[in-house]
Protein backbone atom coordinates (compact mmCIF):
# COMPACT_ATOMS: atom_id res chain seq x y z
CA UNK A 1 0.00 0.00 0.00
CA UNK A 2 1.35 3.42 -1.15
CA UNK A 3 1.13 7.11 0.74
CA UNK A 4 -0.74 8.24 -2.24
CA UNK A 5 -3.77 5.67 -2.49
CA UNK A 6 -3.81 6.26 1.69
CA UNK A 7 -3.90 9.80 1.16
CA UNK A 8 -6.06 10.13 -1.48
CA UNK A 9 -8.45 7.28 0.02
CA UNK A 10 -8.35 9.81 3.53
CA UNK A 11 -9.47 12.62 1.91
CA UNK A 12 -12.37 10.70 -0.29
CA UNK A 13 -13.33 9.77 3.29
CA UNK A 14 -13.27 13.24 4.64
CA UNK A 15 -15.40 14.89 1.85
CA UNK A 16 -17.84 12.25 2.03
CA UNK A 17 -18.34 12.10 5.48
CA UNK A 18 -18.79 15.82 5.21
CA UNK A 19 -21.23 15.49 2.26
CA UNK A 20 -23.01 12.94 4.18
CA UNK A 21 -23.36 15.37 7.37
CA UNK A 22 -24.64 18.10 5.58
CA UNK A 23 -27.96 15.85 4.10
CA UNK A 24 -28.13 14.76 7.58
CA UNK A 25 -28.28 18.69 9.18
CA UNK A 26 -30.05 19.65 5.97
CA UNK A 27 -28.57 23.11 5.55
CA UNK A 28 -31.25 25.76 3.64
CA UNK A 29 -28.43 26.04 0.69
CA UNK A 30 -28.33 22.57 0.68
CA UNK A 31 -32.22 22.42 0.36
CA UNK A 32 -31.97 25.25 -2.30
CA UNK A 33 -29.80 23.20 -4.20
CA UNK A 34 -31.97 20.30 -4.25
CA UNK A 35 -35.22 21.95 -5.69
CA UNK A 36 -33.00 23.72 -8.25
CA UNK A 37 -32.11 20.29 -9.60
CA UNK A 38 -34.98 18.52 -9.09
CA UNK A 39 -34.59 16.37 -6.32
CA UNK A 40 -37.01 15.55 -3.93
CA UNK A 41 -36.08 16.24 -0.05
CA UNK A 42 -37.25 13.22 0.79
CA UNK A 43 -34.21 11.36 -1.14
CA UNK A 44 -31.68 13.34 1.46
CA UNK A 45 -31.30 10.06 4.07
CA UNK A 46 -30.93 7.51 0.91
CA UNK A 47 -28.29 9.87 -0.51
CA UNK A 48 -26.30 10.55 2.51
CA UNK A 49 -27.01 7.13 3.69
CA UNK A 50 -25.17 6.46 0.14
CA UNK A 51 -22.30 8.96 0.69
CA UNK A 52 -21.75 7.28 4.61
CA UNK A 53 -21.77 3.58 2.59
CA UNK A 54 -18.94 4.40 0.68
CA UNK A 55 -16.78 6.47 2.82
CA UNK A 56 -16.91 3.29 5.70
CA UNK A 57 -15.88 1.49 2.57
CA UNK A 58 -13.07 3.20 1.63
CA UNK A 59 -11.57 3.27 5.12
CA UNK A 60 -12.10 -0.43 5.67
CA UNK A 61 -10.76 -0.63 1.72
CA UNK A 62 -7.51 0.32 3.32
CA UNK A 63 -7.50 -3.27 5.26
CA UNK A 64 -9.69 -5.19 2.53
CA UNK A 65 -8.70 -4.19 -0.79
CA UNK A 66 -12.02 -6.00 -2.39
CA UNK A 67 -14.21 -3.79 0.29
CA UNK A 68 -12.13 -0.73 -1.26
CA UNK A 69 -12.66 -1.19 -5.07
CA UNK A 70 -16.41 -1.88 -4.26
CA UNK A 71 -16.65 1.54 -2.36
CA UNK A 72 -14.92 3.38 -4.99
CA UNK A 73 -17.36 1.72 -8.32
CA UNK A 74 -20.06 2.59 -6.16
CA UNK A 75 -18.80 6.35 -5.70
CA UNK A 76 -17.70 7.12 -9.22
CA UNK A 77 -21.27 5.58 -10.25
CA UNK A 78 -22.87 8.00 -7.68
CA UNK A 79 -21.02 11.06 -8.74
CA UNK A 80 -21.47 10.50 -12.56
CA UNK A 81 -24.96 10.49 -11.76
CA UNK A 82 -24.70 13.48 -9.80
CA UNK A 83 -22.57 15.42 -12.08
CA UNK A 84 -25.42 13.87 -14.95
CA UNK A 85 -28.03 15.75 -12.80
CA UNK A 86 -26.52 18.98 -13.00
CA UNK A 87 -25.76 18.60 -16.45
CA UNK A 88 -29.36 18.12 -17.22
CA UNK A 89 -30.96 21.06 -15.47
CA UNK A 90 -28.13 22.66 -16.93
CA UNK A 91 -26.77 24.30 -13.64
CA UNK A 92 -23.57 24.51 -14.94
CA UNK A 93 -21.97 26.50 -12.29
CA UNK A 94 -22.90 24.16 -10.31
CA UNK A 95 -21.12 21.63 -11.83
CA UNK A 96 -17.60 22.04 -10.03
CA UNK A 97 -18.89 20.49 -6.57
CA UNK A 98 -19.75 16.82 -7.75
CA UNK A 99 -16.78 16.86 -9.97
CA UNK A 100 -14.53 17.18 -7.47
CA UNK A 101 -15.92 14.21 -5.50
CA UNK A 102 -16.11 12.31 -8.59
CA UNK A 103 -12.54 13.28 -8.52
CA UNK A 104 -11.57 12.14 -5.34
CA UNK A 105 -13.53 8.82 -5.53
CA UNK A 106 -11.63 8.08 -8.84
CA UNK A 107 -8.12 8.81 -7.39
CA UNK A 108 -8.85 6.34 -4.51
CA UNK A 109 -10.35 3.67 -6.47
CA UNK A 110 -7.44 4.23 -9.03
CA UNK A 111 -4.76 4.29 -6.57
CA UNK A 112 -5.98 1.26 -4.67
CA UNK A 113 -6.65 -1.25 -8.32
CA UNK A 114 -2.62 0.31 -8.51
CA UNK A 115 -1.64 -0.90 -5.34
CA UNK A 116 -2.96 -4.36 -5.67
Known sequence: ????????????????????????????????????????????????????????GLLVGLVLPAVGVAAGIGLVLFFLGAVATVVRTRWYEHLPYPTVFLALAAAALALRLASL
Not at 12 to 18: G, I, K, R, S
Not at 29 to 35: E, T
Request: proline residues 4%; positive net charge; glycine residues 8%.
Open 1 to 56: MNAAYVVATVVAVVANVYAATMDVVRPAWLLDNMGRLGIPRDRLALLGGLKAAGAT
